[in-house]
């Protein structure tokens, strides 16, 4: 089932049918067994009359979030530890990410609060100071205040390579920054873990074409999901619960950078589409 955060409330989408969620959106997903608790509140939820259902795949939503904090996992994925070697080879930090792919810890940092977290068919931003930004699709958790994961969503994981490149030091300021990650376009609630085949695709156009296309499995991921939520959880507290991108699986190469105006779209199959326009951040100007 899929739970939307519509401008108008929350949609629960179960066997083609449309139900109106009447409790908070952080009240209503975290707790344990969050899909038996929906299958419970399917019975008593007013259902929206096929006239008046929304075209799910055709409209805008909200981030699937209330008030959880967004943290991301860093080279979990051999073509993410490659493209990590390869953008910071000029500033001699390109051993630290072959180091951190093959350790026992894996990397994890702070991505987002979620007033900067854009939502499906919502634009996401580049950095102005930055000659060299890209995507990066994630299979992203959703992980109760227990520690238990409850749902999937897709992730957008905003990257200005240029400034992690130039000093790994800079990572905070290469991922951290208005509108620099998407989630959407629903939260894919499962009680069973996902199989490790679902496909992970993602397109890039410009102009009105293809200038990016490529997939992968989420089998590519060298940590599993256990591992990545036990070390986050090891030493923080998340009273609302919070969402987890599990990495990057798909890199553009080296002489690509996005542009104002491309259409990103990342494809989790059994989750969505989620579909972003990149724009630069209006209130900012140019340094």
């Known amino acids: 089932m899929k739970l939307f955060n519509a401008p108008g409330g929350i949609l629960l989408e179960h066997n083609d049918d449309q139900f109106a969620m009447d409790e908070p959106w952080d009240i209503l997903v975290n707790r344990d067994n969050l899909e038996g608790y929906l299958l419970s509140k399917i019975k008593s ?12 795949n055709d409209a805008s939503f909200l981030p699937p979030i ?3 904090e967004v943290w991301a996992a860093g080279v979990t994925y051999l073509k993410s ?27 994890l940092f702070f991505k987002a609060i979620a007033s900067r977290v ?31 994961i409850q749902g999937y969503t897709v992730g957008n994981d905003m990257s200005s390579r240029s400034i992690e ?43 009105g074409n ?8 989420v089998s590519r991921l060298k940590r599993s999901f256990k591992e990545l939520v036990t070390y986050l959880f090891a030493e923080c507290d998340f009273p609302y619960g919070c969402f987890l991108m599990t990495g990057t699986c798909l890199v553009p190469s080296a002489d690509f950078t996005l542009q104002p105006g491309d ?25």
């Open 118 to 148: 854009s939502g499906h068919k919502q634009p996401v931003y580049i950095r102005k100071d930055s000659a060299w930004n890209v995507p990066e699709p994630e299979l992203t958790l959703f992980i109760n205040s227990n520690g238990n």
């Open 165 to 207: 490149g130039e000093n790994a030091l800079y990572l905070p300021q290469a991922k951290i920054y208005e509108k620099s990650a998407a989630l959407g376009p629903c939260l894919y609630v499962t009680a069973s873990p996902i199989n490790p085949e679902t496909a992970i695709s993602m397109i890039i156009r410009r102009n």
């Open 81 to 107: 530890r490659d493209a990590r070697m390869e953008e910071s080879e000029s500033s001699g930090a390109a051993s630290l990410y072959d180091k951190v792919y093959e350790s026992e810890r894996p990397e």
């Open 210 to 217: 293809k200038v990016y296309e490529d997939a992968t499995a």
């Open 45 to 56: 939820a007013k259902q929206i009359v096929p006239d008046k259902r929304k075209t799910l």
């Open 263 to 287: 259409i990103v779209e990342i494809t989790i199959a059994g989750i969505g589409t989620l579909i972003n326009t990149i724009a630069h951040n209006p209130k900012h100007k140019p340094n």
């Open 66 to 68: 209330g008030q959880q």
